[in-house]
């Protein structure tokens, strides 16, 4: 079964002008679907859409067959999905496992538990549960942030950007983690304006132009179309992937 079906999905900001136009979209178990396009393109805005933080103006949204309520983020979390912003992701004066414990706020039971479950997860939580959340690199808390949206179990995760700002090696670290949460059974769905990159880690791409889709087709199959490389990911010598080295050595960030 699919684990998030979007049909149809139109809509934007209040009183504005509509922004995603009629986007259809499965994503499934396992999927690490990655939406590409030029800047304006919607990419944000219709993860938005999907999350319950913006209301569409048509289109159903449903998780593992069940629609959601529109707009409505709170009932989206509680379905099984979990959304995580490009910026203010985590609460930065709080520690490690505060931040963890806000992430698991709607749980009844088994706080503890699924701490413990996100530590095994990113070992790198677990050696630095008393600081502060403002003082880790960025790619550290892109970790705590996924490490939040995981805390409750979610069958589907959406990603804003989690590369946004990150030097090459940080970025590099925080795809293989996300390819890792897709290979354990997540329905990943994944914004990445790093398009070339993150198209070598997914399994699939969107791409959207002026709010429609243009293109839905494996990640492997986009990357290696001139017309797509050309159009929206901008001129990159074959064979420099994700895991080439680079000479910025000290300046990398590593997660």
């Known amino acids: 079964m699919t684990d998030l079906t979007v049909r149809s999905i139109r809509g934007g900001y209040p009183n504005a002008e509509e922004i995603v136009k009629g986007i259809d979209l499965d994503v499934r178990a396992g999927d690490l679907t990655v939406i590409i396009g030029p800047n304006g393109a ?9 999350a319950g933080l913006l209301k569409p103006t048509s289109g159903e949204i449903s998780l593992q067959g069940k629609a959601l309520q529109p707009g409505n983020a709170q009932a989206a979390c509680r379905s099984g999905m979990s959304f995580v912003p490009q910026e203010r992701n985590v609460f930065a004066s709080l520690t490690i496992r505060e931040n963890l414990e806000m992430g698991g706020y709607l749980l009844r039971k088994g706080l503890k538990d699924r701490i413990d479950e996100q530590l095994s997860r990113f070992p790198l939580l677990k050696t630095k ?22 805390m409750t179990s979610p069958s589907v995760l959406l990603l804003d950007e989690p590369t946004a700002g990150l030097s090459p090696a940080a970025a ?15 329905a ?4 990445e304006q790093n398009a070339l990159l993150a198209l070598e880690y997914g399994t699939k791409g969107l791409a959207l132009v002026a ?5 839905e087709e494996t990640a492997s199959s ?23 080295k680079t000479e910025q050595g000290d300046r990398h960030e590593q997660v």
């Open 42 to 50: 919607g990419k944000s805005t219709f993860l938005k859409l999907v």
């Open 129 to 150: 549960l008393r600081d502060k959340a403002g003082n880790l690199s960025g790619g550290q808390r892109q970790v705590l942030a996924m490490g939040v949206a995981l």
């Open 172 to 186: 590099d670290e925080v795809f293989e983690l996300v390819r890792s949460l897709a290979k354990s059974g997540i």
């Open 188 to 191: 990943v769905l994944m914004v």
């Open 211 to 215: 709010g429609r889709k243009a293109r």
């Open 222 to 244: 986009l990357l290696a179309d001139d017309e797509v490389r050309h159009l929206f990911l901008g001129r990159r010598e074959h064979g420099q992937g994700a895991k080439q």
